[in-house]
């Protein structure tokens, strides 16, 4: 789809219609309008059992399948709503700017969605994640095609009714493009699901996301230092092994990277945090079993792990640097917490120095 290039400018809101040629230029808040599907468990069933080609998984089958299984949500925003949303980026960036003392710009795609929008944007990540991997398989070609397809396209299912906001550094692809999402109608229930203003729970989660695009602009060679973490990982699985030393690399940065976030988007945020912080935790431990074993299965639980240590490491450093101080790690690859450092943040604060 074509892009129309305009001059950069403060992000603000636009509305966006995936059927048209006109995609709104740089640095732009848009929502997506097209008409979404109802759920079906038919259409889930079918497009599994239809799945179909020569490879693992059968991605389109898996992204029709998860959205088949996905009620979409709205993106009928109102004007204040659509306003909302490109405040609260654009004041996020310059509040994460003046707080964590760090030079970054928003990704150029700022987009509000619902959840198979979300399902869309994510496909190919996991495809191309996924790609190395795809030889390794013991079962009948088409058995495993069919198990493998159902399988992701339940994952992707499962997370597009739980990611609020995402930070999109596109691992993996051609170019250098970073994206920022926000899946609105998961915001608007956890909200009414947590009790809490709905404006402010949605100023806070951009506080988060915005934090994430200030460690990948303040350090442009994090994406290249995690792509080839990962890919170490990967090609091990490819040849039958496993790499745990690059498998805890990515999980050691990883951790850096949720726990600096977790840190910026309250100390940065300019409104009153800890209920939201209060109830937000609860509902993460409240899960129920079911709910608790597909995370389980999916790593969130290890995510969850990642927000705690990391969150923990952070505020110490901030305690004795400032928020500025913790912005250090993103000057140098070398300054990244070791996993020793992320449970003794007093070792990182002796070797690393307070300026960059």
Not at 102 to 120: A, C, K, M, N, S
Request: proline share 5%; glycine share 8%; net charge negative.
């Amino acid at each position: 789809m074509p892009v129309a290039e305009e001059e950069r400018h403060e992000p603000r809101f636009d509305r966006y219609d995936e059927n048209s040629t006109h995609r709104t230029g740089p640095r732009k808040v848009y929502t997506r309008n097209d008409e979404p599907s109802s759920v079906s468990l038919y259409r889930v069933v079918r497009a599994v059992a239809d799945s179909s080609g020569d490879r693992p998984i059968d991605w389109a089958a898996a992204a029709e399948a998860a959205k088949a299984a996905t009620d979409p949500g709205s993106v009928a925003l109102s004007e204040t709503q659509r306003a909302g949303y490109a405040r609260d980026v654009r004041e996020a960036r310059d509040r994460v700017r003046e707080v964590a003392a760090v030079e970054f710009d928003l990704p150029d795609t700022v987009e509000v969605q619902h959840r198979h929008h979300w399902i869309d944007a994510n496909v190919d990540t996991f495809r191309r994640v996924m790609a190395p991997l795809e030889g390794q398989t013991g079962m009948v070609p088409g058995v495993a095609r069919t198990v493998n397809t159902g399988t992701m396209g339940l994952m992707l299912a499962f997370l597009a009714n739980n990611v609020l906001g995402q930070y999109d550094p596109l691992l993996l692809a051609d170019g250098d493009d970073h994206a920022l999402y926000f899946v609105h109608p998961n915001i608007g229930r956890v909200a009414g699901l947590l009790d809490v203003d709905e404006d402010r729970f949605r100023r806070w989660i951009a506080f988060h996301e915005v934090a994430h695009a200030a460690e990948f602009g303040a350090a442009p060679w994090l994406s290249t230092h995690l792509e080839s973490q990962m890919q170490e990982g990967i090609e091990a699985l490819t040849e039958g092994r496993l790499n745990r030393d690059a498998l805890q690399e990515v999980n050691v940065t990883m951790t850096a990277v949720e726990g600096y976030a977790e840190l910026v988007m309250d100390r940065a945020f300019d409104s009153e945090y800890a209920d939201l912080r209060e109830k937000l935790e609860a509902r993460r431990r409240g899960r129920g079993p079911i709910g608790k074993l597909v995370r389980r299965l999916l790593g969130l639980g290890m995510k969850r792990r990642q927000y705690e240590r990391g969150k923990a490491f952070f505020e110490r450093v901030a305690d004795e640097r400032g928020v500025h101080g913790a912005s250090v790690v993103w000057s140098d690859p070398d300054y990244l917490p070791t996993d020793e450092e992320l449970d003794d943040p007093a070792a990182w604060l002796a070797r690393v120095p307070a300026e960059p």
